[in-house]
């Protein structure tokens, strides 16, 4: 019998152990009611990025929330909003000009969806086939769950997915499949739009492909005129090593999708930025022609106010230098697990280092995924593999001594599972 009010995300709540009681955090680390000390190595799924309650961000909120907590964005502004979409203009990839508001990531990349298939109708040329690379995520509503790749985590709403044309992943070697699969599809019926977490995946499993084969990617897109939205929720904010992943390979995607750390992981807000031909598409005298999307907080103040704290921290503080530590630090210490047989494809993109565990069933719902999370905790360390793939994605506040605590954690997993 189920002993919960509470229904927790991505919990199966007959089998998992009782969620643990967190009061406080502070930098990279989590206090529980009981006074216990946990290390956040996944950034609490991604979102953190400078620390928890990074003392500028906590600042500006305070200091919002005291002005105006909320107002409708239809029919009005506010300063933060406005500050928040001229800075983020100013630090995107060239030629995004346009920045509209929602509050996470799944509804930054539906607000995506949307404005492709949008402006394709608008043009008077409607075009609806979207193209997705294989192993994304891209979210859990009904337009996301459809672009990302199948499994169990959807299976139950499969019946209400629209198909999606799969590219497969580009694995090393194999990237020209990648793009003939591509260039096929493209030519097969023209394309609304291709979508691609840029250079890693990430709760896909965390898989990494180069610089060059995005380009190309983008390339192949602009050839055939389909729209490229680049879905930086995870990849955004420096976990890349760049403030966004597609700087790497040049790319200046039609469309960026950005959540998680654009208030520096403090608060909910999502921004989906689009080149002026999207916009234009949208602009009109005739009103059939409105992007018909919102939600209540679209652009809450607060949320923006945080999200002008990041911006602003990004401008003035070292991030790119803790972020080069950090890349440092994660890869001594994967390259120490790099000739441990119980341990396999260890990689690193930016700040994020992966590796896999050997284990007789791979695959998310492997029992090795619920009894690693156990044995982290033991150690006092937030880790989540997804399956056999344990990742470290820490907050840039990181220490050397930290990070030695979740690979010593790490060293002995194994074991734990024996
Ligand atoms: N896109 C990517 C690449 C993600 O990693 C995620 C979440 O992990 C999402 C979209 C969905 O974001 P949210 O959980 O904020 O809806």
């Avoid at 920045?99 to 409607?126: C, Q």
């Avoid at 807000?269 to 919102?294: K, N």
């Avoid at 990689?347 to 695959?363: C, E, S």
């Avoid at 690693?372 to 399956?387: E, I, K, Q, S, T």
Wanted: with cysteine; glycine share 8%; charged share 20%.
């Amino acid at each position: 019998m189920a002993r919960t009010t509470l229904w927790h995300p991505f919990t199966q709540h007959a089998v998992e152990p009782d969620p643990i009681p967190i009061v406080r955090g502070e930098g990279a680390w989590l206090e529980t009611r009981d006074r216990r000390r946990i290390l956040d190595a996944i950034s609490s799924w991604w979102v953190v990025t400078h620390g928890h309650r990074y003392a500028p961000i906590v600042a500006a909120i305070h200091e919002q929330i005291d002005r105006l907590d909320q107002v409708i964005f239809a029919g009005f502004t506010h300063d933060p909003a406005e500050k928040v979409a001229s800075k983020l203009i100013g630090r995107a990839p060239c030629g995004l000009a346009h920045v509209f508001f929602s509050d996470s990531g799944s509804t930054a990349v539906e607000v995506a969806l949307k404005m492709a298939l949008g402006y394709w109708r608008n043009i008077g040329e409607p075009r609806t086939r979207i193209a997705a690379l294989d192993h994304g995520y891209h979210g859990d509503t009904v337009g996301t769950m459809s672009a990302g790749s199948r499994g169990v985590f959807n299976a139950a709403y499969e019946p209400l997915l629209f198909d999606v044309v799969r590219i497969p992943f580009p694995y090393a070697g194999r990237e020209q499949e990648t793009l003939d699969a591509l260039e096929a599809a493209a030519r097969e019926a023209p394309l609304a739009a291709f979508i691609a977490e840029p250079l890693i995946t990430g709760a896909g499993g965390m898989l990494i492909y180069g610089a060059g084969t995005l380009a190309e990617m983008k390339r192949i897109c602009e050839g055939h005129g389909a729209l490229f939205i680049a879905d930086e929720v995870m990849t955004g904010w420096g976990r890349t090593g760049t403030l966004f992943a597609c700087e790497q390979a040049r790319v200046a995607p039609d469309i960026l999708c950005l959540a998680k750390g654009l208030t520096g992981g403090s608060l909910p807000l999502a921004a989906t930025l689009a080149t002026p031909r999207i916009f234009e598409a949208h602009y009109s005298e005739d009103r059939s022609r409105t992007f018909f999307h919102s939600s209540s907080y679209t652009a809450n103040p607060v949320c923006c106010a945080a999200a002008l704290a990041n911006l602003t921290i990004w401008e003035t503080e070292p991030v790119l230098e803790r972020i080069a530590t950090l890349e440092r630090l994660q890869e001594e210490s994967l390259a120490a697990l790099a000739d441990d047989p119980r341990f396999m494809n260890p990689r690193r993109l930016g700040t994020i280092a992966a590796v896999d565990v050997k284990v007789p069933d791979g695959g998310y719902l492997a029992a090795a995924g619920p009894a690693l999370r156990a044995h982290f905790l033991d150690r006092g360390v937030l880790l989540r593999p997804l399956g056999n793939t344990i990742y470290v994605m820490p907050p840039y506040c990181t220490t050397a001594a930290d990070l030695h605590l979740v690979y010593d954690a790490i060293r002995s997993a194994p074991d734990a599972l024996a």
